[in-house]
């Protein structure tokens, strides 16, 4: 169980032009304890581990470590102080070694003539590194690139890199976002370590079961304030989200029973050589087709040679039962596609440009006339999408880069949601978004769905897969592992199918 209190907040805030993203904000932690921070999207969750880690200063408030208050100067500062943050885009240099990321600019030196050069003592830091590795479990060589691990591997290195700065704290801002269901499992038996070695983890997401799984105490935020400080025991996931929301909720996934019309999109035989192979199959109008699998099962690549983003060497696509050719996205658009991609931060979004001028980008001429653009209509549709995504915003004009990450992804699926496409190709529509706005997210999706759109959902959450789809394509190694109806699919088929354990033949 958790040992005394390490940390404590008091009074913490901090604004920005035109947002209070937090007021006087409290959270305390324990020697091994989990401490879950929750809430929606923009409720000041990064804002406050940021303040932590020296990222940021705040206005106001006091940090109290190990019982002395002390200002945090700087993100090295932090480090010093035994804080260490793993943020979701990991700050490791690829094409250097595992062993020389964890020891970035702190290699040990060679002994004797080598110390005088300054050379690195490879074989010391590899060992060393050796045992970082060892603590959190990670059975990856010290001497391997970066850029050859997996993402979950790369986020064990991260965490390594942490116990060998001396971390306490620990901060994961939504680490688990981009991992599989197996690597979820590897990184909460890293976190028990963590823990039983004593140190203090905080651990953010927008996965409740995570939650309740893993912390010991959960924090909720909710408009930069904090609302709720409960054991996990003697609180609830439904107690959690009213906290979070402010509101009941209604159901999660709200799919709503579409007529399922005549096919809008058939794919045939669709390869890449090495990353997918011969996969067929149709979409129907008004019909939304889920995609399950494991990490790098080849369902990702599957979305970027429909829209074109990479080559496919064979394979046909028929929209409307006629032929496209489509070997760009500009192509991918003409042919009624449009794509929610998975990396929204890279590839979705304008940072420097506004919210209202990301969600009407695609869609400019039609609230164009002879070249004048209509801005009342532009400024409607941009107001209705962050009013129905709950977007949370100071003003349309806010560029995108300052609105919290969970909201940017929001204004990539508006921007999406209202080109209207034939077909809609979503790769993890609702990753990162809160629980609030996921139920808008499905809702908009059945509506989608009912006015004739098809609807492509990639996703790893089985519960997602299962609310939301007509019928279920599973991948396995980059190829068609079945394809299941909606009643005859449940965790355990979808898992046999997507393991390899069972093939459709
Ligand atoms: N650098 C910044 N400039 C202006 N506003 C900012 C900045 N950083 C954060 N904000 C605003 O502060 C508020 C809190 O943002 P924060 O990133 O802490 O939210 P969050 O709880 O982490 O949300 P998410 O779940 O989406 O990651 C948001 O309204 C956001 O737009
Ligand atoms: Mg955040």
């Not at 905080?202 to 995570?210: G, P, T, V, Y």
């Not at 090495?274 to 399950?292: K, Y």
């Not at 506004?354 to 409607?380: F, Y």
């Not at 929001?410 to 077909?423: G, Q, T």
Request: overall charge neutral; proline content about 4%.
């Amino acid at each position: 169980m958790s040992g005394e209190i390490v940390l404590r907040m008091e009074g913490i805030s901090k604004a920005f032009p035109g947002v209070q993203a937090l007021d006087n904000v409290d959270f305390e932690a324990a020697a091994g304890e989990v401490v879950a921070l929750v809430g929606e999207n923009g409720a000041g969750k990064s804002t406050l581990m940021k303040i932590l880690c020296g990222a940021y200063r705040k206005d106001r408030g006091r940090i109290i470590l190990d019982g002395r208050e002390i200002e945090i100067e700087n993100p090295y500062h932090a480090q010093r102080l035994g804080i260490a943050i793993i943020y979701q885009e990991f700050n490791l240099t690829p094409n250097q070694s595992v062993a020389a990321n964890i020891f970035m600019a702190r290699e040990p030196r060679s002994p004797g003539i080598g110390r005088w050069l300054n050379l690195v003592d490879r074989h010391r830091m590899e060992r060393e590194a050796r045992q970082y590795l060892d603590r959190v479990g990670a059975r990856i060589s010290p001497s391997s690139l970066v850029r050859d691990l997996s993402v979950a591997q790369q986020q064990m290195v991260e965490v390594a890199k942490a116990l060998a700065v001396n971390a306490r704290i620990i901060i994961m801002d939504e680490p688990t976002s981009a991992l599989g269901e197996d690597e979820v499992e590897f990184l909460f038996r890293i976190i028990g370590t963590l823990k039983e070695q004593g140190l203090t983890v905080i651990f953010i997401s927008h996965r409740l079961e995570e939650v309740f799984r893993v912390a010991d105490r959960v924090v909720v935020l909710r408009d930069g304030r904090r609302v709720g400080n409960m054991p996990i025991q003697e609180t609830t996931p439904e107690q959690v989200i009213r906290l979070m929301v402010g509101r009941e909720l209604t159901e999660m996934f709200r799919k709503r029973k579409v007529e399922i019309g005549p096919p809008l999109l058939e794919v045939r035989g669709l390869t890449r050589r090495g990353v997918v192979h011969d996969v067929s199959f149709t979409l129907h109008r008004g019909e939304i087709l889920g995609v399950a699998g494991l990490v790098g099962a080849g369902r990702t690549e599957m979305a970027r040679l429909l829209f074109g983003v990479d080559r496919k060497d064979r394979g046909a696509i028929l929209i409307e039962g006629k032929p496209v050719e489509i070997h760009s996205p500009v192509d991918a658009v003409a042919a009624g596609l449009g794509l929610v991609p998975e990396d929204r931060g890279l590839q979705g979004l304008v940072l420097s440009l506004s919210v209202r001028e990301n969600i009407v980008l695609p869609t400019l001429d039609q609230h164009a006339r002879a070249g004048w653009v209509n801005r009342l209509s532009v400024r409607q549709t941009a107001q209705e999408y962050v009013e129905k995504l709950n977007i949370r915003t100071p003003h349309l004009g806010q560029q995108a880069m300052y609105l919290s990450g969970g909201n940017q992804q929001k204004v990539v699926l508006a921007k999406w949601l209202a080109s209207r496409p034939k077909v809609l190709i979503m790769d993890e529509p609702t990753r990162g978004i809160d629980v609030g706005a996921k139920a808008e997210v499905h809702a908009l999706m059945s509506q989608l769905a009912q006015s004739g759109m098809g609807i492509i959902m990639i996703s790893s959450e089985l519960p997602e897969i299962l609310g939301m789809s007509d019928r279920i394509l599973v991948m396995h190694e980059g190829r068609v592992a079945a394809i299941l109806d909606r009643a005859e699919a449940t965790q355990e088929v979808i898992m046999a199918y997507a393991s390899g354990e069972k093939r459709q033949t």
